[in-house]
């Protein structure tokens, strides 16, 4: 249970360290060149029962 | 039951405290606290890790009206014509955001070493209602372990409940399964919005940025009616039922970032953001006059500037999208006007 616990946990750290690091790299070369990947399109992604609460 | 009994029940209640905690304070020292079901509007995470070679200029936080309303692209372009340098605007939101959540977003994102220049919040009359109808939600979603007392001691006299004051403890676990569950399907659009245009709905100046602000207004022409017919009828009941300002914690915490930000020598800008005429008629006068006395005077007295724009000006049809937030064309017009007021504050 216990590795099971430290295992998730690791396997967090890890994911939640690689997208800082993508993000961080992506802003940096767009701070150097002023160009950006193109824009995913703008969805609203929320159902209406969220979009009711906004 | 036996005393071994006793004893093994309370070792694991031991462990799941022990295990909700560790957990908590790991997602916590990640940042992943920010990872929530509903990650829009802004991709909170993204922008609290990310590490700029320069001070932000002007921070943003509000609901989604300024998600909307206020573009970040628009205000640096609008300002570095003023400031005659290149400057740095962040937009940072929650969704259905009191008063309570934007203090805390802005005390981590927006002050000590990551204070801003100015920082703009975004009020609206039911954002400062001590019953918000969100105030559980603000309270479970980005309250940290250090405001339990606070809110437990506010939970003992009235709203929020005393559920949502012990979920910061332990929302830890529901913040690594959300955070293990991503992609979400808005994640790629506001994490693309965070990095490269300082979050918010519109983006202006950059490549593609017009295409998609127009795709965007165009996909969701329906959700005018929508609202109409589904929110408008709730408005009264829901936002602004028992309505209060003093004493309740949005109006508590708008105080405190009031005084945190004058104290670190932050140019706060309190803006009135607009509604279109129809929500606005379904804002009870009474409610609106208190919200008109208090806010200005709070302002002024804790040393910030307060700005009105929900005139009937900035309340037309063609600005929205829907009754209470902004369409493309608007915020950039919204965001030029707020420029003009942070001018003085932005060199």
């Excluded at chain 2, 309370?10 to 462990?15: D, I």
């Excluded at chain 2, 919040?121 to 309250?143: C, G, I, K, M, Q």
């Excluded at chain 2, 399907?185 to 295409?211: K, N």
């Excluded at chain 2, 795709?215 to 709730?234: A, E």
């Amino acid at each position: 249970m216990l590795l099971i616990f430290v295992a998730g946990l690791a396997i967090t750290g890890v994911t939640a360290e690689r997208e800082r690091a993508k993000n961080q790299a992506a802003y940096d070369a767009f701070r150097q060149t002023g160009v950006t990947p193109p824009a995913p399109k703008a969805i609203s992604g929320a159902t209406l029962t969220v979009q009711e609460r906004l | 039951m036996t005393d071994e009994g006793d004893r093994r029940g309370f070792a694991v209640l031991g462990w799941l405290v022990v295990f909700l905690l560790v957990t908590g304070l790991f997602s916590r020292a990640l940042g992943l606290h920010w990872v929530q079901e509903v990650e829009w509007p802004t991709d909170l995470y993204a922008l609290g890790r990310l590490e700029r070679p320069s001070p932000v200029d002007v921070g943003i936080v509000g609901s989604s009206r300024s998600h909307y309303g206020l573009a970040p692209t628009a205000i640096d372009a609008c300002l570095a014509r003023t400031a005659g340098r290149v400057t740095t605007t962040v937009s940072a939101n929650r969704l259905a955001a009191s008063l309570y959540a934007s203090d805390l977003v802005a005390r981590e994102l927006f002050s000590g070493e990551r204070k801003p220049r100015a920082l703009v919040v975004e009020v609206a009359p039911e954002s400062l209602n001590a019953n918000h109808f969100e105030l559980d939600y603000n309270v479970a979603s980005t309250a940290g372990p250090s405001d339990t007392f606070e809110c437990i001691g506010a939970a003992v006299a009235g709203p929020p409940s005393l559920s949502a004051c012990a979920r910061p403890l332990v929302r830890g676990v529901e913040n690594i399964a959300f955070w293990l569950h991503r992609p979400l399907t808005e994640h790629r659009h506001i994490t693309w919005m965070a990095l490269y245009a300082g979050g918010g709905q519109y983006c202006f100046g950059l490549p593609g940025c017009d295409a998609r602000n127009a795709d965007y207004d165009l996909r969701h022409q329906g959700r005018w009616q929508t609202r109409i017919d589904r929110v408008l009828p709730k408005v009264r009941t829901e936002r602004f039922i028992d309505y209060e300002i003093d004493g309740g914690l949005p109006a508590r915490h708008f105080v405190a970032l009031l005084d945190r930000a004058k104290a670190e020598g932050v140019a706060v800008h309190v803006v009135n953001l607009p509604v279109s005429e129809v929500y606005q008629a379904e804002v009870p006068v009474e409610a609106y006059a208190e919200f008109l006395r208090w806010v200005p005077e709070t302002t002024a007295a804790h040393g910030g500037a307060f700005v009105d724009l929900n005139v009937p000006e900035w309340r037309v049809r063609d600005r929205y999208i829907d009754p209470d937030h902004l369409n493309a064309s608007g915020a950039r017009a919204l965001s030029a006007r707020v420029c003009a007021e942070l001018a003085g504050s932005v060199r």
